[in-house]
C-alpha cells in the first residue's frame, strides 16, 4: 500500500474551501487560527493530513455554533518543507493578519524557528507534534508524547523483546535525534543495558550500506532508531534487505507517525516496536467519531497518523480552553487551559499540566504488523515528567527555554 499525496493534497483543498465559515459570516467577524506546516516538500507526507486534521476540527468547530458565538476562520501557510519560510510566514501571521492563535511546526527546527516570533508578540502557540521534550515557554502549549512518556515505556519493553542488553542508536542529526538519544541511553542504562554506539544522520542521507556494516560488527542485541523524513526510511528497507531484521530486533521513536509503516512492506516492517499516543486500532466513542467525520470528508481513513490526531487534539484543546476563558484574551486563555483543561480525543483523555504547558496523554506499546500498528498494551495517562521536573511556570512564568538533559 502506498501513500497518494496528490489526493490528500486535493481532498484537503476541497475542505478548505467548502465550509470553514458560516453562510454569510466573513473574517471580520471571524476567529483567526493561524497555521504553519509543510504541505509540500520532503514533508508533507506529515505536513498533509495534520493540515486536513486542523481543518477537520475548525470545521466541527464550527458546526456545533464556532467559539464564543463566532465561527473561526483558517489562515494556513504552506512552508514547503523550509525553515526559512516558517519565520516569514510566522511574521506574516502576526503582523498582517493579525491571528488569534498558531498552531504549526512540525521538526523541532520549525518549532524553534517561529517560537520567539510568536513569543514576543503575544500570540498563543500550539506546537502539536511527539517531540524531544524541555521546552518551558508561557506562550506555548504542547501535545505529542515526549521522552519521559515514549521512551522510557519503550525502552524497557524493547529490551526483554530482545533478550539482550546492548543497544545501538541511530538518530537524526538534528536537536530531536540528539536529545532523543540521550534519553534512550538514559533509560537504557536505568534498565541495566548499554548503549554500544550511537551514530547521527543529516535528514538527506539514505544510503545505510556502511552503517548497517558497522553494526553487525557491534552485535548489539537490539537497534533503537530515532530517524526522520523520506531519506531514512531506506534504512529499515536496507536492513531487511541486508537479512537483518529477523537477526537483530528494531525499535523506532518515529517510525509511523507519517504513515511510514504504510510505505514499508510487511517483509521490512512487521515486528518494529514503538510507542506512541495513537493507533488506529483504538477502541472508543471519540475515535469512531473521529474516524467517521474523516472518511465523510476525505474518503478514507488511510491517511490518519499520530502528528495529525495529536494536531486534532491540539486544535480541540485550544477551543476548550477558549470556552473556559470566556475570552480571546491570550492570557486568560493560558490561565484557563492551566487550571488543566481535559478533552476526549481520538487517541483517549488529554489533560494540560499546569506546570510544563504539556499534556497527560495515554501511550500504547505497539509492534507493526502488516502494515499497521497492533497494539500490544496501552500505558494510560503518562505524565510528561521529562519537562515536568525542570519546567515549573507556575513559579516562574517567565522561563524561556529548552532545558536538555545531561547524560
Known amino acids: 500500500m502506498t501513500l497518494n499525496r496528490r489526493s490528500l493534497l486535493a481532498a484537503a483543498t476541497a ?12 473574517a471580520a467577524e471571524t476567529i483567526k487560527l493561524g497555521s504553519l506546516l509543510d504541505t509540500s516538500g520532503i514533508f508533507d507526507a506529515y505536513g498533509k493530513p495534520m493540515d486536513m486534521a486542523l481543518r477537520l476540527a475548525v470545521n466541527e468547530i464550527n458546526e456545533f455554533g464556532g467559539l464564543l458565538g463566532r465561527q473561526v476562520d483558517v489562515v494556513a501557510y504552506d512552508t514547503q518543507s523550509d525553515i526559512a519560510l516558517y519565520t516569514q510566514y510566522a511574521q506574516q501571521l502576526v503582523r498582517k493578519d493579525q491571528v488569534d492563535v498558531v498552531h504549526g511546526g512540525i521538526l523541532s527546527a520549525s518549532r524553534e524557528a517561529i517560537r520567539q516570533t510568536l513569543r514576543k508578540s503575544k500570540t498563543l502557540y500550539f506546537y ?99 530517524l526522520v523524513g523520506g531519506a531514512h526510511l531506506s534504512f529499515f528497507r536496507q536492513w531487511a534487505a541486508a537479512g537483518m531484521k529477523d537477526r537483530i530486533p528494531l525499535a523506532s521513536t518515529t517510525l509511523g507517525v507519517g504513515n511510514e509503516h504504510k510505505v514499508l512492506t510487511p517483509e521490512e516492517g512487521d515486528g518494529i516496536m514503538v510507542a506512541y499516543n495513537y493507533s488506529e486500532e483504538l477502541r472508543g466513542r471519540a475515535n469512531t467519531h473521529f474516524q467517521t467525520n474523516w472518511e465523510r470528508a476525505y474518503g478514507d481513513t488511510s491517511s490518519i497518523h499520530e502528528l495529525a490526531v ?16 470566556g475570552s480571546l484574551d491570550r492570557d486568560q486563555v493560558v490561565e484557563a487551559l492551566e487550571n488543566g483543561v481535559t478533552i476526549d480525543g481520538p487517541a483517549g483523555k488529554v489533560t494540560v499540566d499546569s506546570k510544563s504547558h504539556h499534556a497527560y496523554l495515554d501511550v500504547y506499546i505497539m509492534e507493526l504488523e502488516n502494515q499497521r500498528m497492533k497494539v500490544i498494551k496501552g500505558l494510560p495517562q503518562r505524565a510528561p515528567i521529562d519537562t515536568q521536573a525542570v519546567c515549573d511556570l507556575k513559579a516562574n512564568p517567565n522561563d524561556n527555554q529548552q532545558y536538555e538533559i545531561k547524560i
Not at 15 to 26: E, F, I, K, T, V
Not at 135 to 164: H, M, S
Not at 171 to 187: E, L
Request: hydrophobic content about 45%; glycine content about 10%.
Open 15 to 26: 475542505l478548505a474551501g467548502s465550509s470553514l465559515l458560516p453562510r454569510g459570516a466573513m
Open 128 to 226: 502539536n507534534v511527539l517531540y524531544e521534550g524541555g521546552v518551558c515557554d508561557r506562550n506555548i502549549f504542547i501535545n505529542g508524547v515526549t521522552p519521559a512518556q515514549q521512551v522510557e515505556a519503550l525502552v524497557p519493553y524493547a529490551l526483554e523483546k530482545a533478550g539482550g542488553k546492548k543497544v545501538y542508536v541511530l538518530a537524526a542529526d538534528y536537536n530531536y535525534g540528539h536529545i532523543t538519544a540521550k534519553w534512550i541511553q538514559k533509560y537504557v542504562a536505568e534498565n541495566g543495558g548499554e548503549t554500544v554506539a550511537v551514530d547521527f544522520f543529516p535528514l538527506d542521507v539514505s544510503d545505510f550500506g556502511s552503517t548497517i556494516a558497522k553494526i553487525q560488527t557491534a552485535a548489539p542485541d537490539l537497534v533503537i532508531a530515532p
Open 310 to 325: 495529536s494536531t486534532y487534539q491540539g486544535v480541540m484543546t485550544w477551543a476548550e480552553g477558549i470556552r473556559a476563558a
